[in-house]
């Protein structure tokens, strides 16, 4: 049986709404969907623009088999996902940035947001994978400070496809990589991440949490998905959160 989808005009954030639903028991694999957000997050508290019915806004609720320590991995694991699925269906040439984000002819087209929630017993937890797709807004729909660093499938293939059908094969994507991370682990999925590396090679800015800034070039996810980064003394850097852009391009194309 499909699992349900939960469909709405507009919400603050389908990853919130989803949170809740999952909080009270809905189930693997349920969908929640916006046509548009007022409040759509990106990683580390930024915002995701929504434009009515321009892109595809969902969240899909997660209760993986897996410890709590390999939840974070199920955001590269859905990278490759979007990533498999714009490839096959759309023709496109797809990079992956470290560590949320879909990028095509270098300009962010999609992103994604995985929070864990893991209070409680096993049987409580349950991870939400949220994904903003831009599939047919046009360069005047992004806001001016967007511009240079976004895309969408219709600008970048000028076709424009059915959100119905991306939602539907994006879901199954992503219930698939995460049943293979399960039963196969993270390695063959970091293999298919690291196919598609965008940052591997290039120096970046990393502003830590400690808000200090460090020169160092990418070295590509460790076995565990974290960046490895070497700065310009040789010190090699594991960077487990924090902001990430291209050094001296005022804040890189995923951004």
């Known amino acids: 049986m499909a699992a349900a ?23 693997h694999g ?7 957000q ?3 997050r990106g990683r580390l508290g930024k915002i995701w623009s929504s434009p009515p019915n321009k892109g595809l806004y969902f969240s899909l609720i997660l209760r993986p088999r897996l410890s709590a ?22 023709g496109l040439e797809v990079m992956l940035k470290w560590p949320n984000d879909i990028l095509v002819e270098q300009k962010k087209c999609a992103g994604i947001l995985c929070e864990a929630h893991l209070a409680g017993d096993e049987e409580q937890r349950f991870g939400v994978v949220g994904i903003g797709l831009n599939v047919t807004t046009a360069r005047e729909d992004f806001a001016q400070e967007l511009r240079v660093g976004s895309t969408s ?5 000028g076709n424009e496809y059915h959100p119905e059908v991306l939602l539907r094969h994006l879901t199954a994507a992503v219930l698939e990589h995460v049943a293979w991370l ?20 290039k120096w970046l800015k990393w502003l830590t949490h400690a808000r200090e800034i460090i020169y160092a070039q990418a070295q ?13 003394v040789g010190v090699v850097h594991r960077v487990l959160s924090g902001d990430i852009s291209l050094a001296g391009n005022g804040g890189g194309a995923g951004e």
């Open 182 to 201: 399960e039963n196969e682990g993270f390695k063959p999925l970091l293999q298919q991440w690291k196919k598609r590396d965008f940052l591997k090679g």
């Open 30 to 36: 349920e969908i929640v969907r916006a046509y548009s």
């Open 153 to 157: 499938l219709l600008l970048a293939t």
């Open 69 to 90: 320590e390999d939840y974070p991995k199920l955001t590269m694991t859905t990278g490759v996902a979007v990533a498999t699925v714009l490839e096959q269906l759309c």
């Open 220 to 232: 590509g996810p460790d076995d565990h998905g974290n960046l490895l980064v070497q700065d310009e």
């Open 5 to 27: 989808i939960h469909t709405f005009s507009s919400l603050p954030s389908t990853n919130t709404t989803a949170a809740e639903l999952a909080a009270e028991g809905a189930a």
């Open 38 to 40: 007022s409040q759509g």
